[in-house]
């Protein structure tokens, strides 16, 4: 019987916390000349940025079944992560759609 006693990652709420959300390419086969994080990295609430670049610079691998989530100068695939917002509040990082 369905009693709507389900824990999802959504419920947790924990001190300190902060969200992330990934920007993805609406093209398939694109090539990035350049991403301007500025506004994104002054708007209230946000605390970082990442882009491909960041994670093979820092070393930091690639998602499990997101091969192209490191993409650098190229997006591969329709859907490709671009960039990483992480911020305070959901909303703050939502807002960042380029």
Known sequence: M????????DDINLPGQAYAVLVRSPHANA?????????????????AVY??????????GTMKDQPAAQATRRLPVRACPQTMTAAGSAMSATRWRW
């Open 51 to 60: 882009t491909g670049d960041d994670v093979a610079r820092d070393g930091l």
């Open 31 to 47: 090539h990035i000349r350049s991403i301007n994080l500025e506004p994104a990295l002054q708007s209230p609430g946000v605390l």
């Open 2 to 9: 369905l009693r709507g006693r389900g824990c999802f990652v």
